[in-house]
């Protein structure tokens, strides 16, 4: 018992390597990016812009910890839903912002954008969910949680990485016949086009408070409060 504690004290007294300043790194890879921009701008405004909005995108993923698959796995593994809660205020904010653009071109009379996106709800909806559910579960991250993890350099999300790539252009390959065998006999919806504009927002948002409301509650209970 004596040796043990010895021991543990001696492991307790050693000196403590310092923290490298990381400080220096952090200015080097802002002017870095910065000059990047720079460059881009020169060639394609365009592709500059996404330069920086992506980094800028990564950077608040990355101190947030805001994840798709931690928002459905927290709740089950520790209780915890404050990312849960939080995703569910973004779907909120992004609801309002998106219907408000879409509203906007429709008044105009001009096509709404995004409408390619209204696919038909069928067995390939609930089989392909499952499929992603758990394969972003079992690589500990969802697309841009993955993308985060993999410039804090985690091996696994790297390879996760290199077979999301893969799946993607796997999948984009053979879309035409997902669509043409299991996809395109659905029917699609479109909030509007059932509740009116105005109508399908507060429907969305009822939703979503309904799912804040219950994940609230299944954190408290899940602390025993």
Request: proline share 4%; aromatic share 14%; hydrophobic share 50%.
């Amino acid at each position: 018992m004596a040796e043990r504690t010895g021991a543990s004290s001696r492991r307790s007294s050693a000196p403590k390597k310092p923290k490298k300043n990381q400080i220096p790194y952090g200015f080097l890879t802002v002017a870095l990016i910065v000059v990047v921009g720079f460059l881009l701008y020169a060639q394609n405004p365009t592709v500059a812009f996404f330069w920086m909005i992506g980094n800028i995108f990564g950077f608040i993923l990355q101190k947030g910890r805001f994840c798709f698959t931690a928002s459905m796995r927290d709740p089950y593994l520790t209780g915890s839903t404050s990312i849960t809660r939080s995703v569910i205020i973004a779907f909120a904010i992004t609801t309002i912002g998106f219907t408000a653009i879409k509203y906007g071109y429709h008044a105009a009379g001009l096509p709404i954008p995004g409408q390619s996106y209204v696919v038909p709800i069928s067995a390939a909806t609930v089989i392909g969910a499952f499929i992603f559910g758990v394969g972003m579960v079992i690589a500990g991250g969802c697309a841009s949680g993955t993308l985060m993890r993999v410039g804090e350099g985690f091996a696994m999300n790297s390879i996760a990485f290199l077979f999301f790539i893969v799946g993607s252009l796997w999948g984009a390959h053979d879309f035409g016949f997902w669509k043409e065998k299991f996809i395109s006999s659905g029917p699609t919806v479109f909030l509007p086009d059932v509740f009116g504009w105005v109508g399908a927002v507060v429907v969305q948002l009822i939703v979503l408070l309904l799912l804040y409301i219950a994940a609230d509650k299944w954190e408290k209970k899940k602390a025993g409060h």
